[in-house]
């Protein structure tokens, strides 16, 4: 195992890999949980709006609390049963089922907790395998190219996102074959069985070319005992790496507005500012555009700046465009302003990932550190949601709820400033 201030050959097989593995799982997200997806729901399955918005925000803290509880356990059994490829790729395929699956979600009420459900162990198997996934990142290439890979993988993330939702807008929507009767919505339930081929078809060429993780080779029983130990180990230590607990609290807090702006932000668009179904499908490829750009210029800045300045300029960032999203009342000025703050959604995760490798002080932790990063992207998942629905409800205005994400954005910016951080240029 190496030390991570160690240069090595870059390992170019299996960074295209790696990136490619973001290309697949994009499209979960960007069709599933955000744009087609959410939208159909509340607005085809769901009794109501207001009840959908409830519902999807109750399914998203859910998925929320159970990938709390789970994403730093599995860290921690894979730092000592070893076999990280054989999680990911068991994460994975419970990721591409549940999202196959979707293509029963027919639009009545009766298909509501199917729907539901399938999202939720979807989104599980997806974030838990982002655990496994983040952890190839320091065995790839040596820490002083850490940030532009993790701003390369988001933005083929994102770039895959973009194709996925152009081929699902022309083949499903635009030009619809026969076949799928626009009755029962099956131009719109297809899109399940399309991301789950695309997230198999894209991540494959990972499973072969990923660099072996060297850990301990423990049973299964004992690797579950000795992780689970080691995981309250770590969580009683934590408190004396104050400048890890400070980033991660941090964390939680900002992308708790990020994770809420992606839950609700095509629901906002098609509610508030009245875009079709269609104009939604485009506000969605366009923003993707654009925060891909924003995911790759500015993983150069993230190397040559630092990890948590560049998070910082892109929440300040986002908290000064969020502003005109919110008030604007123009449907064409409010897409132009969004477009420009998705520049920076992208910098603010890719940085948050690199930020993580600088400060892990110990290799052989990576993955349960990582597992403590994805805990703190969702252990309080459910809250922003939840106070977004809620002062929606209380005002009787989506655009009050959506202010509290700025609020988010703001505090956790707050939080990251006297955060240390010794970036490698």
Known sequence: ????????????????????????????PIIVTTFIFATYFTTTIAPNKIMGTYQWANATAIAG???????????????????????????TALCIMSTASLWFAYPAVSATYFTLT???????????????????????VP???????????????????????SIVFVLFFKFPPHWLSTQHSAQIRICGPFVALWFALFSLPLFFLAPNIDSKTLPISRAVRSGWTELMSTLKKLPQEKNILLYLIAHMIYTDGLNTLFAFGGIYAANTYHLTFQEVLLFGITMNITAGI????????????????????????????????????????????????????????????????????KQATSTEMFGLYALSGRVTAF?????????????????????????????????????????TH
């Open 65 to 91: 609390a159970i990938i709390a509880v789970f994403s730093p356990l599995f860290g921690a059994i894979a730092d000592y049963s070893g076999h990280h490829l054989k999680w990911l790729l068991c994460l």
């Open 383 to 423: 809250l922003g949601p939840w106070i977004l629905g809620s002062m929606t409800l209380l005002f009787n205005s989506q655009r009050v709820g959506m202010l509290t994400v700025l609020i988010f954005f703001i505090i956790g910016g707050l939080l990251l400033l006297p955060v240390k951080s010794k970036t």
């Open 1 to 28: 195992m190496y030390d991570l201030n160690n240069t090595f050959p870059i390992k170019w097989p299996s960074i295209i890999a790696w990136c490619l593995y973001d290309w697949a799982a994009a499209s979960f």
């Open 294 to 361: 924003g995911a790759i210029l500015l993983g150069w800045l993230d190397d040559f700046m630092g990890s948590k300045q560049t998070i910082l300029i892109s929440l300040i960032c986002l908290t000064g465009l969020g502003i005109p999203v919110i008030f604007l009342h123009s449907k064409w000025l409010f897409w132009i302003s969004s477009l420009f703050l998705s520049l920076f959604v992208g910098p603010t995760q890719s940085a948050s990932r690199s930020l993580m490798v600088h400060l892990i002080r």
């Open 118 to 140: 399938a999202v939720v162990i979807g989104t599980i198997g997806f974030e838990v395998s982002m655990v496994f996934y983040n952890a190839y990142l320091p065995q790839i």
């Open 143 to 165: 820490k002083s190219h850490v940030g532009r890979l993790s701003g390369i993988g988001w933005g083929t993330g994102y770039l895959g996102g973009i194709v996925a939702l």
